[in-house]
């Protein structure tokens, strides 16, 4: 594929854009939608979106080859995200102001670095542990709203889980980096694997009582835009970017969109806690990315 950065830019805003109204999608959907209602009808579009595209692509016969050679692999992956991950996730959305998970769920990045010592191999720079103090004293800010000495949490279970999906998250990327398959078949397969698992959980401790259109509406966008297309388009920025290290960069324009978005369409006082916590974080994740007297990528 030909480089094109302005074509990189547009896609991975478009992603941007999507990963923006997560926060305010999940809120709002969860008025309408149990966790795992929540989770079966989004997983399920997705999963629709994406074998539309395998198809349009000519690659479902993949699913099939790739299945066959590592299933294993692909049901730990598939139990990893999209199950165990939006579980907690969501879970803590439903405990926790949006701007406070989704915040919190922003140090995943510092917990991969943390994560990829002893699975991977890796060594921590200096800066890093800079970055991983910066970011999860910016997460305590967030989660005990500015008072970080009484240790008082908003609400310790919905922050526990919040940081639990960044250990999911970051356990899910680890395994994958040796994961050779094309990246929609493998997000297919995930999917796939995982529907069955979702749909029992939700036979068990939820139920099929799907009557509310504000949750089928809020379902279905998250499950084609964040959980699908928002994938896709990213993946397209990566392969037209001739600069990755600037594309990645645009992320960070998510969290302050998000907090927007919530203030207007959820209502949501932004607390100041929660924007000197998010400053912290992102300025960790800067020091993260930063490689000193190298170009970027």
Known sequence: MQKNQRKAVIFALGAVACWSTVATAFKLTLAHFSVLQLLLVASSSSLLLLLGLLGYQQKLGLLVDWLKRKPGFFMLSGLLNPLFYYLALLYAYDLLPGQQAQTLNYTWAITLTLLSVPFLGQKIRGQDWIAIFLGYLGAAVIATRGDLFSLNF?????????????????????????????????????????????????????DFQLLAWQGWVGALYLGFFEMGFAFVLWLLAMQYAESTARISNLIFISPFVSLVLLNLLVGEAIYPATLVGLVMIIAALGIQQYRSGKKPI
């Open 154 to 206: 908003v609400d310790t279970t919905g922050v526990a889980l919040a940081l639990v999906s960044t250990l999911i998250w970051s356990g899910y990327w680890i395994i994958n980096t040796r994961n050779q398959a094309d990246p929609l078949v493998a997000l297919t397969l995930n999917f796939l694997l995982a529907l069955p698992w979702i749909f029992l959980a939700t036979w068990i401790w939820s």
